[in-house]
């Protein structure tokens, strides 16, 4: 089980058994650098916690170790959620942004800004401040989003 690939496929496998201990918690990106540094995002429908990141990652190298993943047992083992400046990559993570201030890129460049009203399985619903005192609320499909940025404000 030393090819990249096999090893990435067991440590998902792993994740995704550890996480049906915790049904508001999914998988959000798996990273396996060559020097067999593995990277663990998870998010959470609700907000994870440090402490149930903690847990998780304590069960990981366990599992990780039993099973002999790569040899003498020699990785690291980073889990974590996404930073805030990552875009969003799941339906799942979009609910809880809701009232929070978006950019969205389309697949055709050009990009949206406006404060994230709804959210549907086929689209989302933004409210685009057009002037001072004008607003205006666009529907974009999920089809057409390349990806979708929280901004975070101060």
Not at 76 to 102: A, C, H, M, W
């Amino acid at each position: 089980m030393h090819q990249p690939e096999d090893i990435r496929q067991v440590i998902q496998e792993l994740v995704e058994q550890e996480l049906q201990l915790y049904p508001d918690c999914f998988l959000v990106d798996l990273v396996v650098n060559p020097d067999q540094a593995v990277r663990i995002f998870i998010d959470s429908d609700t907000g994870i916690s440090i402490d149930r990141l903690a847990q998780i990652n304590r069960a990981l190298s366990r599992m990780m170790v039993d099973k002999h993943i790569f040899p003498n047992d020699d990785f690291s083992l980073e889990v974590s959620s996404p930073g805030v400046d990552t875009p969003l990559k799941f339906y799942r993570q979009y609910p809880k942004n809701i009232g929070r201030t978006v950019v969205v890129t389309l697949h055709d460049n050009q990009s949206r800004e406006g404060v994230l009203q709804e959210v549907n399985p086929d689209f989302i619903v933004l409210d685009v401040k057009k002037n001072k005192n004008e607003h205006q609320f666009i529907k974009i499909p999920f089809t057409e989003i390349r990806y979708t940025r929280v901004q975070i404000r101060f």
